[in-house]
């Protein structure tokens, strides 16, 4: 089990033909990490030149509980002169967002420091890791959830105009939790990690996809990283809901090492496909009309069944009837975020009609098929799983209608240039027509 960590801070040859360089450099995992935390920062900004001992502990109301005042007190007590920063809640309350106005605020109360050390889990971490991205200087989280693949990963998802955005950011040199800690979060959000996870081999599959229709970048070492910890959680998803600390564990190892996944990848290619793009469009719906969502992962692990369901009809498709692409977006679905993501959509439209003929070529079809089917899991194991730890599995358990969910999943090949499971699906003319029935049989 602890055997993950020794990826961390080692650099290869790699079989893909790139030579990485894993960053975090060092994964703290134990009853001791807020003690440690001070001399691991020391290490962090030792890296890079000037160090410095002004610190940042970033976090909301609740983790500031979790283990942020901790974090404060140790760091105090190491020698740090300390900035607290509570970032706020939303107006209309309910958790903070991460979006360019709440960062704009707190790059202002963050003052001169070296160092930020966000305490909480997705917003708080991305708000943490973009703000140190801007200054040049690095972020060490202190995981309080095993809810998300954010805390290695160097990516950013902020919404940008209504939109969820994805930028590029730097990983961070070091990750910190306490099992207690991650024992003691809520358990939606450990579900929700879950949930997160079992996008993987779906995601994989999409980014597989990419590399054998356009000849895009693939690493199959990204892909097989966290096949050593996934049988912790995966086997035996109830040990979640127990609490186990080796199920906890496996789990928190598969969300870093997928964020590793993403830098080895230089995107977020291998943990985010088609079913990504159906949470994010439920997001989006949201900002639009003001109704709530759930959490990223718990709408990741519905659309996971979902694009299992879709790839294993796609792949059963034996004589493909290839139709024309949408060559638009559906403009009236998405009223004032129309502009944006028909521009996002634009970038798309040539790969659809490179797609389609590269398929229709003689035995193609069949090749492409042979190539795929191995990497999907059957919906019914994902929906098996996600039952057994008690994490959300239908439109119901997120909070939402059949009808709405729908609608994201018709509309969210649209929202970015990504080509996935979604589009694949529309171009054989089987995407809108089976959407209905996958919703009402899989969500
Ligand atoms: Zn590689
Ligand atoms: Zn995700």
Redesign the pocket.
């Known amino acids: 089990m602890a055997n993950y960590r020794d990826i961390f801070g080692t650099s290869f040859d790699c079989p893909c033909g790139r030579r990485h360089q894993i960053e975090p450099r060092e994964v703290v995992y134990g009853d001791d990490a807020i003690g440690r935390l001070g001399e691991v920062c020391r290490r962090a900004v030792s890296i890079r030149q000037g160090g410095g001992n002004r610190v940042a502990v970033l976090m909301d109301r609740r983790t500031q509980q979790a283990a942020g005042a901790a974090a404060v007190e140790a760091l105090n007590r190491g020698g740090w002169t300390v900035r607290e920063i509570l970032v706020p809640d939303r107006a209309r309350g309910g958790s903070p967002v991460c979006d360019d106005a709440t960062k704009d605020t707190l790059s202002e109360m963050l003052g001169q420091v070296d160092l930020a050390v966000p305490v909480g889990s997705g917003v708080v971490n991305d708000l943490g890791k973009w703000l140190a991205y801007e200054r040049g200087m690095p972020f060490v989280p202190f995981a309080t959830a095993a809810s ?3 805390y290695t990963s160097a990516n950013v ?1 902020p919404t940008l105009r209504g939109i969820k955005s994805l930028l590029r950011a730097a990983p961070p040199p070091a990750v910190l939790s306490a099992p207690a800690v991650l024992r003691d979060a809520p358990y939606e959000l450990t579900t929700a990690g879950l949930g ?1 996870m079992l ?1 993987r081999p779906v995601s994989s599959a999409d980014w597989r996809l990419n590399h054998l229709l356009f000849g895009d970048y693939y690493c199959p070492r990204a892909v097989s990283l966290v096949a050593e910890v996934e049988p912790l959680y995966i086997r035996h998803p109830e040990d979640l809901k127990a609490r186990k600390p080796q199920a906890i564990e496996g789990l928190f190892a598969a969300l870093l090492l997928t964020g590793v996944s993403m830098t080895m990848a230089g995107s ?1 290619a291998p ?2 496909g088609g079913e ?1 793009m159906i ?1 994010h469009s439920l997001d989006m719906m949201s900002d639009t009309d003001g109704v709530a969502h759930d959490l ?2 718990r709408q ?1 692990g519905v659309g996971s069944v979902l694009c299992a369901e879709l790839y294993r009809r796609v792949l059963a498709t034996e004589l493909p009837q290839w139709t024309q692409p949408p060559g638009g977006i559906d403009s009236a679905f998405w009223g004032k975020l129309a502009e944006p993501v028909a521009q996002e959509y634009a970038q798309k439209v040539p790969r659809l009609r490179h797609a389609a003929e590269a398929l229709a070529q003689g035995g193609a079809w069949d090749r492409f098929r042979e190539q795929l089917s191995s990497l999907i899991p059957p919906p019914q194991s994902l929906r098996a799983c996600l039952t057994a730890a008690g994490a959300a599995r239908s439109a119901e358990d997120l909070g939402c209608s059949k009808a709405r969910l729908l609608e994201a999943f018709v509309h969210a090949g649209q929202i970015r240039s990504r080509f996935t499971i979604l589009d694949l699906a529309a171009m054989l003319g089987l995407m809108p027509a089976l959407a209905g029935g996958i919703v009402e049989e899989w969500a």
């Open positions: 998300m693949t954010g998802a997160d996008a977020s943990a985010s990504h949470s990223h992962g990741v």
